[in-house]
Each structure stands twice: as structure tokens, then as C-alpha cells.
């Protein structure tokens, strides 16, 4: 697709009345009575002559300015006026409006639409986002269109935007594939990245950043979507930022891991022997936490019978139920939020409840009462250790009820379970992890408020399945897998990571 061609798009995206284009001008909308100039440098003459040059074929020097439809391959319409300037060209283009049954017959035939220019060509790296940050305009139809053409509106604009999304990934993901990397990203201006190992490494391919402008207003900024494509199931993100817009794309596997092949202790398969509660994994973006669960999922799987409902954001790895009944559910598709998720699953009668992340009061909160009333609930959260996970769950509410909650905390909380994924010398990640199962003490300690003191039980709590997580830095020390230095800006005590060390030589 040609630079102006995506120009036009944008604005039909931006529910903008008018573009103007002209030549060594920068581009600007015109949008419920205002200009808005877009962040991007002026406009090459080649480019705006290109594009109308097959439009205003054959016209008398005195039949200036020019009217003249356009139509776009997706069936959209524009009527371009067109004219010459000192500086070269200059376009006003506007969304062409579908006649109504009761509008009299034209008086004459319209023109035919001039054919597409053949042979576009890519542009280069000159778009970028309006200067202030906006958000992605509506993109349903006026609010006196019926609700089932608002739809239809925004369905077709979503396919619209996978389609293209698909288009723009396709070959970095195929790259990506290859040299088993994470992530891909792209960004406006920027060659694309990929993640591999946890280091971001460029790519040698162009993106056409007009298009990565259109998909990401077509799909919507700061949204997630599930995408399989060639074989590869993609979990992504499209955003906007200072400089223009973006996506972030995670591959995801073909299969559910388990736990030995993510190089996880064993010790993790005894969670889903919890018949009710809730078990925590706890780490930073990337560390792993979906994937875990999906592995814990799995095993349970494959170990006895039951109900599962997964609530997730957006659905990632999918189940082949062998012994469980797994239902998956999708935040946006098929639920409003993980709250909403969770208490519909009360009425849903699951004995199992994956929960892709705990974000605010009133999903804890559900979670709580999920796991009082006789179910197991698996679920992440962002925090660096124990100690840090059982704060953020009791700091989400107000003063008045920590004490209630923290009580609750102690009688349903099973297990927690928090990673890190560290470079290895030799290429890929190795995980290290801590694991505090919640024996009477460590609830005691929760009751009281006294988390300054959890690290003293989980060290000497070797006896009840607690596994510090510099006991596992110090068995990846050992191997000879991670480098020192890595290991230590990971380890919080460093004294307990040096002895635990010894022990081992």
C-alpha cells in the first residue's frame, strides 16, 4: 500500500472529516472543526504526485482544481480535490458517503475511478502519530446507526486490522521461529527487534510504518489480541507512544512444557494436590508465570479428573483435555473483566480455577471468596518474592479492611511460587525459583503483620518444602550454567547465597 493510501485510512480511522496533503507541507487532519498537523516530516513531491497523477490523467490545463473519487481496494471511497500550488500539489481528501435510498438519481454518470497505481512502492520510515497523544477514535457508526451496524462496524474493523497485523509479522515471525526467540517487536522509524535469551537483538527487514499506523488504530492502542499464524500462536500488544505506534508480539508454544523441561524442581507438581485455596506465581513481566501455570494445568490434566476454567488475558497455550473437562475463557471475548470472570465461575461448577493475573481490589477479592468456597484458584502476580506477593494482595485495600483480609490471607493462601529467568552462558534461560508452602507458621506470620520475618522461616523451613531462592542460584552456581555476576544481582541475601554455595562444592 502507497504512503497516501495509508494517510487516507488513518484519517477514515481517526473519524476525521478531511485530510490535507500537499507537497513540502506536512500532512493535517481536520477533526470536528480543528486542524490537527501530524508529527511526521513534509511531504515528498514524488510521493503526492504519484498518487494523483493517474486521477487528473488527461485533464485541460483550465479544468483546475480537480474533483475526482478515488476508491480504495477495501471498498472505501474518497472524494479528492485537487490542485496545483507554487510549492507543487495540494489534496483535500474527504470519506465519500454511501447514498441514501431516499437522495434523488445523480444527473449524470459519475466518473470512473481511475485504476489503482501500479507498482507501489514501500515508503520509508517518515510516518509517525500525531503530536498530542490521542486517543483511537471511535470506531463505531454515528450514534443514530442501529446497534447491529455498529457491529458490523467494528467487527470488520477488527479483521481488518488482524489482517493487516498478520501481514506486517509474517516474515519477523518466521525469523523469530527460527532462532527460537521470545518476542517481536516493531515500532514507528525502527527496525524491527527480537527477544531471544533476554537480550533484544535487531532484524534486517523493513516495516512499512504507514501500514503499522493503520493496524494499530484499526485494532485499537493498548490492546491485546491472540493471533495464530503459519503454525505459530502470537499473544499481542498494539500501543501508541511519543513517537508513533507499535506492537509487541509473544510466541508462544506449540505445546504446554512441563515442568522438567522448563528445568522447574518437582517439588511444584504437589500444588495440584490442593483440592481448594490459592496458589500464587509471582515474578516480573516475562519470567515465565503463564507458561508455569500451563505446565501445573497440564500435569493436573494428566493426574485426575476435573472441572477447569481458565480466565485469561488473552488465551495463550490451548488445552487437549485428556482426563479434565477444560473450559478457556478470554478477557474481552468471552468475559468484561477477570472479576466478572471469576464470579460467573462460582455458578459454573468448576473444582479449578486458573487466573491469568491478580491486577486490582475487586479481582482479589474474588479470588479470595473463590478459594474459601471450595475451589483451587492457580493465578499470577507481579511481585519479586513471598514476602512482596502477600503485601500488594493486602495494600489493595483500604486500612479499615487489611486486617480482615489478612486473616483471610492466611486461612486460604497454599503456596507461593515466584521465578526468575536468568541468562546462561551458553545461550537460553535457566529459571530460579523461590517456593513457600504455607505451613502454620508462615500463616501465623501473616495474621500478625510480621513479613520482616518470612525469609527467617523459609530458610530454616528446608523440612516443610521451602526451597529459598538462593538455594536454587546456588545449584544453577554450581552447574556452571550462569555466570557469578548474574547470580548476585538476583540474590537479596547475599551471605545465605555464599554459604548455601559452599555446601555445594
Keep these: 500500500m502507497s504512503a497516501i493510501r495509508s494517510l487516507l485510512r488513518v484519517m477514515t480511522l481517526r473519524d476525521a472529516e478531511a485530510i490535507i496533503l500537499e507537497t513540502g507541507k506536512v500532512p493535517s487532519l481536520r477533526r470536528r472543526g480543528h486542524v490537527e498537523a501530524l508529527a511526521m516530516p513534509p511531504l515528498e513531491a514524488q510521493l503526492l504526485a504519484d498518487f494523483a497523477a493517474p486521477l487528473v490523467e488527461g485533464r485541460a490545463g483550465d479544468d483546475w482544481p480537480a474533483s475526482v473519487p478515488f476508491h480504495d481496494a477495501d471498498g472505501a471511497s474518497y472524494q479528492c480535490t485537487i490542485e496545483r500550488v507554487a510549492s507543487g500539489l495540494r489534496m483535500v481528501a474527504r470519506r465519500s458517503k454511501p447514498a441514501t435510498p431516499s437522495a434523488p438519481p445523480p444527473a449524470a454518470a459519475p466518473p470512473t475511478p481511475a485504476a489503482p497505481m501500479a507498482g507501489d512502492a514501500r515508503p520509508t520510515a517518515w510516518w509517525a502519530k500525531p503530536a498530542a497523544p490521542a ?23 477488527l479483521n481488518d486490522g488482524l489482517a493487516r497485523l498478520a501481514h ?78 507499535a506492537i509487541a508480539a509473544r510466541l508462544i508454544r506449540d505445546r504446554v ?43 493436573l490434566d494428566q493426574r485426575r479428573a476435573a472441572h477447569v476454567i481458565t480466565l485469561e488475558d488473552p488465551i495463550e497455550y490451548r488445552f487437549a483435555p485428556r482426563r479434565c473437562l477444560i473450559h478457556q475463557r478470554e478477557l474481552g471475548t468471552h468475559i468484561p473483566t477477570f472479576a466478572a470472570g471469576l464470579k460467573a465461575a462460582l455458578r459454573e461448577a468448576p473444582d479449578v480455577i486458573l487466573l491469568g493475573e491478580l491486577r486490582d481490589q475487586e479481582t482479589i477479592a ?26 500488594r494482595m493486602i495494600d489493595a485495600f483500604p486500612d479499615g479492611q487489611q486486617r480482615q483480609v489478612r486473616w483471610q490471607l492466611a486461612a486460604v493462601l497454599r503456596t507461593v511460587i515466584t521465578q526468575y529467568l536468568l541468562p546462561c552462558k551458553d545461550g537460553g534461560r535457566a529459571p530460579a525459583v523461590e517456593v513457600v508452602p504455607v505451613t502454620t507458621a508462615v500463616a501465623n506470620i501473616m495474621r500478625k503483620g510480621d513479613l520482616h520475618t ?30 557469578p555476576q548474574v547470580v548476585k544481582k538476583v540474590a537479596i541475601d547475599q551471605d545465605l547465597l555464599a554459604a548455601l554455595a559452599a555446601k555445594l562444592r
Excluded at 135 to 156: G, H, R, Y
Excluded at 463 to 483: F, N, Q, T
Design 257 to 299: 512444557p512441563t515442568l522438567a523441561e522448563l528445568g522447574l524442581p518437582p517439588e511444584l507438581a504437589s500444588v495440584i494436590d490442593h483440592r481448594d485455596g490459592l496458589v500464587l506465581v509471582c515474578g516480573s513481566t516475562g519470567s515465565g508465570k503463564s507458561t508455569t501455570l500451563a505446565a501445573l494445568i497440564d500435569l
Design 135 to 157: 486517543k483511537p477514535s471511535s470506531l463505531t457508526a454515528p450514534d443514530a446507526a442501529p446497534a447491529t451496524t455498529q457491529a458490523s462496524t467494528q467487527t470488520s474493523t
Design 366 to 391: 474474588a479470588a479470595l471468596t473463590a478459594a474459601e468456597t471450595g475451589h483451587l484458584v492457580l493465578a499470577t502476580l507481579h511481585a519479586p518474592n513471598a514476602a512482596g506477593a502477600i503485601d
Design 168 to 245: 506486517l509479522l509474517g516474515d519477523a515471525v518466521a525469523i523469530a521461529r527460527e532462532r527460537e526467540a521470545s518476542d517481536v517487536l516493531l515500532s514507528t522509524g525502527q527496525v524491527p527487534r527480537l527477544r531471544r535469551d533476554g537480550r533484544v537483538e535487531p532484524l534486517e527487514l523493513s516495516i512499512d510504518d504507514g501500514e503499522l499506523a493503520a493496524c494499530v488504530l484499526a485494532l485499537g492502542s493498548n490492546t491485546d489480541h491472540s493471533l495464530e499464524l503459519a503454525g505459530t500462536r502470537l499473544r499481542v500488544n498494539a500501543f501508541d507512544h511519543l513517537g508513533g505506534y
Design 454 to 483: 518470612l525469609p527467617t522461616a523459609i530458610q530454616s523451613g528446608r523440612d516443610a518444602g521451602m526451597i529459598p531462592l538462593e538455594r536454587s542460584l546456588a545449584k544453577l552456581l554450581d552447574s556452571g550454567m550462569v555466570s
